[in-house]
């Protein structure tokens, strides 16, 4: 079936939320390879984001091609940007995703301009730049060739083993500014992976991208993140997730427990509630009091967590002097909450 013939046109588009309106809708479509999602095309003004000072963080401006997620994570800190479009932060979250169509064109009038001060600018701290609509839309050799050819340094954070598509194109990058690459795995359990990341790629795979990525010369840090308290956080498991990360090839890790802020919590609790009942008393003891594990538990966590990196050689950041900082970049995509690591 023709990608074209499954279009919606602008005129058949006129009930279309205010919200996909205001960011320039074209057309929404769907296409049977991806079965229940919704692409709603946008054509974007800006491709930059600016950070603000006040937040504190190793970069200024942020670059996201997709609003929404496919991946379907249920701790998703985005989760609740999407009511900014009039969607809701559960479902539609995973199954209606805005793609910014045009986005590598005005990122490249966006960094030539004379005003440009080639600041680094970080991908993936919003929604995943290699979620499955990548594999059609193509969007990132775009941004990653307007990046480099005006000497931009920039990193990526990625769940996505599409990542492996752009490895000629990343290295190549690393040559001329300041790249650095980091995967996100937090578990090993491959039924607790298909309850609570139902769309992203197994952790298996996951660890053979760690591999690509080193084997091509690249430093690969790993984001074990978020540590899900009562499921992955025994040292059991974090002792086998971090040996596998480091046999994988990787240079560092920064781990950090789950924080769960606006509606991004009724919809995780609503999951464990069905998955694992028997604990929601005690997430509700957790995060009683706020968004964020109190300082005794992410305390524990660290003591548990720092004789593990340095035994596996895991405590560097595995990026070059001259480039972007990622482990704080995924830090900043939806914590205050410092990493442990």
């Known amino acids: 079936m023709r990608w074209d013939g499954q279009a919606v046109t602008r005129a058949e588009a006129d009930g279309a939320l205010p919200g996909l309106e205001r960011l320039g809708l074209v057309r929404s479509i769907r296409v049977p390879k991806f079965d229940g999602i919704t692409f709603h095309e946008v ?42 479009l009039d969607f809701d932060s559960g479902n539609d979250f995973d199954r209606e995703l805005v793609v910014k169509t045009n986005v590598a064109e005005v990122l490249r009038r966006e960094l030539f301009r004379r005003s440009w001060t080639r600041d680094a600018v970080a991908l993936g701290t919003n929604t995943d730049p290699y979620q499955r609509a990548e594999g059609r839309y ?9 990046l480099a050819d005006s000497g931009t340094p920039f990193s990526i954070l990625t769940k996505g083993t599409l990542l492996r598509r752009d490895l000629p194109l990343i290295v190549d990058a690393g040559t001329r500014v300041g790249v650095s690459v980091a995967v996100s795995l937090a578990m090993l359990d491959p039924d607790l992976h298909r309850s609570v990341e139902p769309g992203t790629p197994t952790p298996a795979a996951r660890l ?3 591999s690509a990525i080193a084997e091509a010369g690249l430093g690969c840090h790993v984001m074990v993140a978020p540590v899900l308290p009562y499921l992955t956080d025994s040292e059991a498991h974090l002792d086998a997730l971090l040996s596998r990360i480091a046999a994988a090839g990787a240079t560092g890790v920064t781990v950090f427990g789950l924080h769960l802020r606006g509606a991004t919590r009724g919809w995780f609790l609503a999951w464990l509630g069905s998955a ?16 964020y594990l109190g300082p005794e538990y992410r305390e524990r966590l660290r003591t548990r967590v720092a004789p593990l990196v340095a035994r596996y050689g895991l405590g560097g950041s595995g990026h070059r002097p ?20």
């Open 138 to 146: 193509a969007l990132m050799p775009g941004i990653i060739a307007a």
């Open 276 to 291: 694992y009942p028997e604990l929601l008393p005690r997430y509700r003891e957790l995060y009683g009091r706020g968004a």
């Open 43 to 84: 054509l974007c003004k800006s491709a930059l984001n600016k950070v603000p000072e006040a937040s504190n963080l190793p970069f200024r401006y942020t670059v996201n091609a997709y609003r929404g997620c496919s991946h379907a994570c249920r701790y998703c800190f985005a989760r609740p940007t999407h009511e900014y």
């Open 322 to 341: 001259d480039t972007v900082r990622t482990a704080p970049a995924a830090v900043a995509a939806g914590a205050v909450q410092p990493a442990l690591f």
């Open 208 to 210: 053979e991208l760690i």
